[in-house]
């Protein structure tokens, strides 16, 4: 079967835009889940302020809380085709989606035992469990998952 010329130009023209629209796609992504991350390091900072100033726990219940919904959308937030352009995500959230998926659990459960630990008032228990999910469950998934930062 011959093709018209036009048939071809159609067919570059067609393909050249899915790639773009793919590639503005996968931009897009990466700007929200680059937002997102840095939105949870600010809830996190939040709470290392209040904490630190010993402060009203319901603060750092509402930190605790924010962090659980952005937490929720984590793993849409690593579509196939967005592990290339401007990110600091490494090859193995795609190549070891149920590690990567388990550790965004890990992650939403100590969010979730902090927002606990901070409704019962005990500040030792909100310390405690703020260092744990710093420790296992954000800095757990990024001594992975996240090229290391200079």
């Not at 931009?27 to 929200?32: C, L």
């Not at 949870?40 to 290392?48: A, F, L």
Request: charged share 20%; net charge positive.
């Amino acid at each position: 079967m011959r093709l018209s010329r036009y048939a071809v130009i159609f067919a570059v023209v067609a393909g050249s835009t899915l790639s773009a629209g793919s590639i503005l796609a996968a931009d897009g992504v990466i700007a929200k889940r680059q937002a997102d991350m840095k939105a949870m390091g600010k809830e996190m900072s939040g709470i290392k302020d209040t904490l630190a100033a010993k402060g009203d726990l319901a603060k750092v219940q509402a930190h605790a809380e924010t962090i659980r919904k952005i937490m929720v959308e984590v793993p849409a937030l690593f579509p196939a085709g967005s592990d290339a352009g401007p990110t600091d995500a490494l090859p193995a959230i795609w190549t070891d989606q149920a590690g990567f998926d388990s550790a965004v659990k890990r992650a939403d459960g100590l969010a979730d035992a902090l927002a606990t630990a901070a409704g019962s008032g005990e500040t030792a228990a909100a310390t405690a469990a703020f260092a744990a999910l710093g420790k296992n469950g954000c800095g757990g998934c990024h001594q992975t998952y996240r090229k290391p930062q200079g």
